[in-house]
């Protein structure tokens, strides 16, 4: 039974809405190493193809999320020869053969997600572990000898603003760039809530140092997840982050991305991630647009 007052369903709502709204799609779970290359010589792309062909046929980009991280690794990988030599091996061909099957359809790449810790120290993963510091040099140069059109970013959470996180992200793309490494952004994800959410100030400070370094920033995840009961009150609220954090994009050049982790609360990460919170998106379970939705679209409607 459709909600819809057109009869349409869960889907075909879900699509129209996205084509309509937003010119740039992020790849949510497919693309992910697990679901993407399940068993060591097979790929499963249709899921990914599907939404990439979703996309071009509504003249929508594609960022391509993600290629290295510690999550989503499927069992076969944890079961290979944790020698530098081979992990590399292992590691260039997932991103050869990925990177390579969308050459040309994918704007930006998260090459490598999440690889500093919450102490600012870098994470400890099977790829640290089996290659060492350089892995993430190595992803780059490999993504990016696969598809040099694509732009290359790093992408992780929680160093939007100011803090240590923030600056030891900041230090490890600083000493790629410096390096000559093939990176070209930063995508900050921004999952925040309406009590816990960064200072747009320090935020747009964070932006400009990478344009000092040359690099592009996409806002790439965000969401502002609101504590149980959800209220009036604090729609309101939500709505007022998400406009500061667009206007802190717009404030600077380099700042090229707004995307969400999701468009609405009917699919979203957060009821089964964050204990306590919901209702992190810009139009609700019905797909109403919420306060939210409003406050973005006259931010937008007011810049030239
Ligand atoms: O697709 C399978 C489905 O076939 C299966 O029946 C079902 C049963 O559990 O699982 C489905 O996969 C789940 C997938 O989300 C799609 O819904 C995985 O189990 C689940 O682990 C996965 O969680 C995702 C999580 O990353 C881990 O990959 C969340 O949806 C996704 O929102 C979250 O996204 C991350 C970003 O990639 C990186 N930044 C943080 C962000 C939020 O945690």
Wanted: glycine share 6%; aromatic share 10%; hydrophobic share 40%.
């Amino acid at each position: 039974m459709s909600f819809d007052p057109l009869g349409r369903s869960d889907a075909e709502l879900y699509t129209q809405i996205l084509a309509r709204e937003f010119n740039l799609l992020t790849v949510e779970h497919v693309m992910k190493f697990a679901p993407i290359h399940p068993v060591p010589d097979r790929y499963r792309w249709q899921e990914a193809d599907e939404i990439v062909a979703y996309a071009e046929r509504n003249n929508m980009q594609v960022r391509g999320h993600t290629l290295v991280w510690h999550i989503e690794l499927p069992d076969w990988v944890y079961k290979e020869e944790c020698s530098r030599e081979h992990m590399i091996q292992v590691m260039q061909g997932h991103i050869q053969t990925v990177v390579g099957h969308y050459r040309g359809k994918i704007m930006a790449w998260d090459v490598v997600n999440e690889a500093i810790d919450d102490n600012g120290r870098l994470r400890e993963t099977i790829w640290l572990q089996c290659i060492g510091p350089d892995y993430i040099e190595i992803a780059f140069r490999s993504a990016n000898e696969t598809d040099p059109n694509a732009l290359l970013f790093y992408n992780d959470y929680g160093g939007e603003g100011a803090g240590h996180k923030s600056d030891a992200i900041y230090s490890l793309v600083k000493n790629l760039r410096g390096r000559g490494v093939p990176i070209h952004g930063v995508g900050l994800q921004m999952h925040v809530t309406v009590s816990d959410y960064p200072n747009p100030k320090l935020v747009i400070k964070n932006m400009q140092r990478y344009a000092e370094l040359g690099l592009v920033v996409h806002i790439t995840e965000m969401d502002v997840a609101i504590d149980i009961p959800v209220t009036q009150d604090k729609l309101a609220k939500q709505a007022s982050v998400y406009q500061q954090m667009l206007e802190a994009c717009l404030s600077v050049s380099n700042c090229q991305a707004f995307v969400l982790w999701g468009f609405t609360d009917r699919q979203s990460w957060i009821p089964a991630y964050m204990k306590g919170y919901d209702s992190g998106l810009i139009f609700d379970r019905d797909y109403k647009p919420k306060p939210a939705y409003h406050a973005l679209l006259d931010t937008l409607a007011s810049k030239p």
